[in-house]
């Protein structure tokens, strides 16, 4: 799903190779892009990026799908999340590193991945290629998985315009539809992990958490680019639905 396909490789939504496969020179221990005609000057920052990212040299090794992997693997080494799932979600599973990492630590683990983008088929792994907005999703998930999910994941980021607030407001309303996909489907007691980008917007998403979860922690794994702003919202022991607090609506002053 391009709005909501794992930026793996790239930043907050982007490219998902590893640029492994464009020579490059090296210039004090730096790769350096052999040439730039037919690239625009942000690609070719993006593919040097790629080239000198020791993330992306070590998913090529170890076999994952992008350096998104490190990213789950950082937050469940520090917060658990995987531990004792037995259910689980993946929305902008392509190209698949966050399914694999799941599969990787929990082998008997059940897992459904959506997006709109093709994931290559990965053993263990059930995947629908679709909205997972669209009418009569929910069910369709529900039943390949085989009931309610213990975690539901989401590294999903709209495609980005360059402009940092729009980008920002656009990925916002992707997290607040995976949150309220998340609050639909869990079971009591799960837990859902999404990005989010910094700025600003992100206080009401927060609150909206803190009514039916338990705890909501936010975390930056160390493999997240410290240029980036992005972290991750990890909200843990989905509240049973009769138990929630009503929401407070503030009143205009008279």
Partial sequence: MTATGRGGSG??????????????????GRTRVKTRRGRTNSSARWLERQLNDP??????????????????IELDERLGMLSGVDRVIDLGAAPGSWSQVVLKRRPKVKIVGIDLLEVEPLAGLTFIQGDFLAEGMDAQLLALLGGAPDLVLSDMAANTVGHPQTDHFRTMALVEAAADFAMRVLKPGGCFVAKVLGGGAEGALVAELKR??????????????????????????LKPRGTVAPAVIDQPAD
Avoid at 55 to 72: C, D, I, P, S, T
Avoid at 212 to 237: I, N, Q
């Fill in 212 to 237: 039916h979860f338990e705890t909501v922690r936010h975390a930056k794994p160390p493999s997240s680019r410290k240029e980036s702003s992005e972290t991750f919202l990890v909200a843990s022991g």
């Fill in 11 to 28: 930043g907050s939504g982007g490219g998902r190779g590893s640029g492994s496969s464009t020579g490059g020179r090296s210039l004090g």
């Fill in 55 to 72: 993330y992306v040299k070590r998913a090529q090794m170890e076999g994952w799908r992008a350096r998104a992997a490190f990213k789950l």
